[in-house]
């Protein structure tokens, strides 16, 4: 875990002393304990039980520590709005911003109230102090509330943990032999980094220290190659109809993206996903009780897809049909679902669509997107989700939608997540990048979340590369 400003922790040796700096702890920290209430919490037995010869034997108990202060610890953007939240703050108590290496307060505001966290069974406040844009390196005082971790402001934040995102699938995706489980989750992520691949591909470098860097070929696209490569290697005769869903879309997917890379490797993945999909249709007709893809969006994935890859007119048509069977559907792509994915492709196809269709299917995205960015700004800490992994998903419509349309909006939105996984949550906690959190739902190491960061940071990472050039 990062240090906060100003917190040290010494070793002790004396046991009398080490009981007592156990009593002391809360105070040495300068920060209000908060124990988890969830499922009891995780606390430190505390007490004292005997002796086994001349050491004394020593049980303890103590309130998990937390700040109260709640800050980006990465930081913030320069021109950004720069926003920290109190827990059990009071509204109009005096916060300081001080100068992490001075020592000078060099701004001061007043804390507004934003709400009551009731899990925490704590009232809630926030202050901004935007203005200030003088990069360096700073921490935030509160009074008893203690100090939040130190944190930066620079117009360059992100481009470490960007390229250190990025380069992880070498680890994520080092398995040995690939299982087809795993295929219709690698559709999400994978559909995710193609997505964040196409809309920004200049920002996306050789550079991330993986196996594969120093070739002039952006690393992102050469493991997804390699993902890709151990894919179309599976047998199709033994994969489920959701499981061939997910083959083929993946394929056909990755194909339009590799074709400036390789044109004849990404033929031979192009015939690989159509071959697949053929292969569905088949077992569709005589399946029966195959219910690995239930709502058929796996299926519309995969013709999306295939249908912006070759504009054949027999994708088109299943295309078109799931649309008009579903229209009104929510774009939900939560639990396996794949028609938020399908619609983009669709939307994103060079051939002739049809456009009533596509008008409809813009439209109930849009709407949807407007509703979930009034309800995170409505929430405590500018987010409804109540768990990372639920964040990364809606994060990918976000990201999907301002590229379209650019709305700045939407941009606020996404910076306000990743302000949340660096730290700006209940538990005072960064989730990156992929560290250990005592939060009971944190960011996994299957992939599928960080693809959907990824995408999320693109355009702050876009912003801040136009920047430096």
Known sequence: MRRAHGRVVCGLKKAGVLLLSICMLGGCAKQQPQADEKDGGENVQAGYVGMTGNRPQIQYRVSRMRP??????????TGSTKIVFFIGGEN????????????????????EYAGRDEQLQRT????????MVVEGNYYIRAG???????????????????????????RLWDNGAYDPEWLIEDARTISNLLIAYEYYTGIFGDDTGCRCSGNTIPDLIELVAQRAGQIVTLDIETLSIGELGAYAGILAKFAQDYRAVDAAVSAEFLTAAQNGYDKLLEKSRSAGTDRTDPDGSLSFYAAAELFRATGYARYHTA??????????????????????????????AKYQVDTALCSKVISTIMSETEELAADYNEQI????????????????KFAVVNYVITNHEYVTVQENQLHYLLGRNPYGESYLPLGASF??????????QVSALILLMCEIVKEETEERN
Do not use: W
């Open 68 to 77: 109260s202060v709640l800050t980006n610890q990465i930081g913030y953007e």
């Open 92 to 111: 109009g108590q005096t916060y300081e911003v001080i100068n992490a290496e001075t020592g000078e307060t060099v701004y001061s505001g007043k804390m």
């Open 124 to 131: 809630v406040c926030y202050g901004m102090f935007t203005e």
């Open 144 to 170: 008893e509330l203690g100090e939040s971790y130190s944190f930066a402001i620079g117009d360059v934040l992100y481009d470490d943990l960007f390229r250190q995102l990025c380069g992880s699938y070498e």
């Open 319 to 348: 295309v078109k049909e799931y649309l008009v069977q579903t229209a009104g559907n929510a774009t939900d792509s939560h639990d396996g679902g794949m028609e938020f994915y399908g619609k983009i492709a669709y939307l994103s």
């Open 381 to 396: 800490y500018l987010t409804s989700a109540e768990h990372p992994g639920e964040l990364c998903g809606d994060m990918v």
């Open 439 to 448: 939060a009971e739902e944190m960011l996994t190491d299957d992939g599928e």
